[in-house]
C-alpha cells in the first residue's frame, strides 16, 4: 500500500512562494500518477494539478495556470508542487494523491481517480 506525506506549507504574503513536497513510501513498485488538491473551508475538495506516471505531461485546473508548476523525482518518490504569485485564494489545505496503475492524467483532475492520500498541509495567504 502507498503511503503519501505533505510538506511545505505556511503562511506566505500576496505574491510570495512556496513549495511544496509529496514523499512517497510502502509499496512504490508500481506506477501512478500524482495529483495536487486543495480544500478551503466550507468548499469542495478541488483538482489543483496533475502529473503522470514518467512525469511527461501536466495538467492544471485553469486558477493556477502560469503560476504553480508541478514536477516529480522518480528517484526519490517525491512529487512538487511549486507555487509562486500565490494570491489569497489558494488559502487552503493542499492534498497529494496517487492514482495507482494510471500513466496520465485526465484533463479534469478528479478526486475520485486517486485512491491514496496524504493526511494535507496548511497554505495561508495573508498580508
Known amino acids: 500500500q502507498l503511503q503519501l506525506v505533505e510538506s511545505g506549507g505556511g503562511v506566505v504574503q500576496p505574491g510570495g512562494s512556496l513549495r511544496l513536497s509529496c514523499a512517497a513510501s510502502g509499496f512504490t513498485s508500481g506506477y501512478y500518477a500524482i495529483g495536487w488538491f486543495r480544500q478551503a473551508p466550507g468548499k469542495e475538495r478541488e483538482g489543483v494539478s496533475c502529473?503522470?506516471?514518467?512525469?511527461?505531461?501536466?495538467k492544471y485546473v485553469d486558477s493556477v495556470k502560469g503560476r504553480f508548476t508541478i514536477s516529480r523525482d522518480n528517484a526519490k518518490k517525491t512529487a512538487y508542487l511549486q507555487m509562486n504569485s500565490l494570491k489569497p485564494e489558494d488559502t487552503a489545505v493542499y492534498y497529494c494523491?496517487?492514482?495507482?496503475?494510471?500513466?496520465?492524467?485526465?484533463?479534469?483532475?478528479?478526486?475520485?481517480?486517486?485512491?491514496?492520500w496524504g493526511q494535507g498541509t496548511q497554505v495561508t495567504v495573508s498580508s
Open positions: 502529473i503522470s506516471s514518467g512525469g511527461g505531461t501536466a
Open positions: 494523491a496517487a492514482a495507482m496503475w494510471r500513466y496520465f492524467c485526465s484533463e479534469y483532475v478528479a478526486p475520485a481517480d486517486f485512491g491514496a
